[in-house]
DNA sequence: CACTCCAGATGACAATGTCAACTGTAGGAT
DNA sequence: ATCCTACAGTTGACATTGTCATCTGGAGTG
């Protein structure tokens, strides 16, 4: 049995999924509402069913992947296999990795538009959250705005510039998760 | 006199003023090629005798920031009054100072199409180069490629989670220019 | 069973990127 | 001086696309 509520959820799932498919294959421009509507075998109407216009669409796919960051960085828990360096490699790749996997749905995480109280901006904050947190259990509370606002900016500014293609790996002779590494090794010994 | 050539360079020029303006106007959506043209005081389909298409357009605005980039860069000499550190300090906030003043043509830098002959890429890795003599004079050219990449990438990083609003100041109580700071300081002490 | 609401479809329109064809002129060739 | 050529610039035309107004059909509700 399948309530309105239900198929209307199941369309915008539909539609996200369309649209995020169609970005990763060539960019924003590729990302058309008709072929939106097309691939989820619906109009060319139908998405201003369920999004304001294609600004919010696409906003909405790169809310969705803060979230799965946000969600994946919630269950990163230290144990007793797991060091608090370690945990925050993890971390930093979580979000190194949807750069490098999905670069166009990497790029609208931070292309969108701005306003304060938007779904993107939201979910970011709680991933920072989380990424503060781990960040604090290895080098402490009082360190952990700075140093992880280091980590952070640093993770996703090289795997920006990686996946542009402006970082040529003849000049920097090293691979983006070496250079957050060595930075978590340079914040590492600073923590004791 | 005005020369063919001359003149043809000058609404090359105009054209180019017209895009950035746009640019910074509304980002690339209010970068329209009728626009432009009316801009810079011509008809719609001028700047197709000097572009191929609405991309390149874009992409020699983006080009032209990392040429003016790496021209501000070469200018940077260490000199008795100017410490090394301070000098990576300057060059690192010329970057920043982009994205701060002109976020919509910041974003293009980093944009734009990843074919390797673009001259985007070529104009970035030059002012790469011309970071990485800064670098390596202050830790010395063993170390640059790494330490360059990660002040660079941290760079722009911070520089642009800032620009598109998704460094909440409440959460990272620190500026910009202060994460990057921080993080001069800390390669510094490991210079000696 | 009648009514309401809303997801979805469709027609229409304006904006825009793009190209083909045309025009005028600067600068060299004859 | 005259003709020719290359090319910057213009204009007409067209397809694509975002967007809206309007219409339709069926699911839920009384």
Redesign the pocket.
Known sequence: ????????A???R??LDAARQLLDEGG??????????AR??????????????????LAAVGAESWERIADALALLQPTSSRKPAALLLEALDALMTVARVEPEVYRMMFTMPTREPEPSIRAAARAQGEFLRIVGSLVGPERAHLYGAMLLTSAHGVASMDASGHLSPQMWQTTPQAVVSALVDLLAERAD
């Open positions: 049995m399948v309530s309105r509520r239900d198929s209307a199941a369309t915008r539909a539609l924003p421009q590729r990302v058309t509402l008709r072929e939106v509507g989820a075998e619906l109009s060319r109407g139908a998405p201003y069913r369920h999004f304001a216009d294609k600004e919010s669409l």
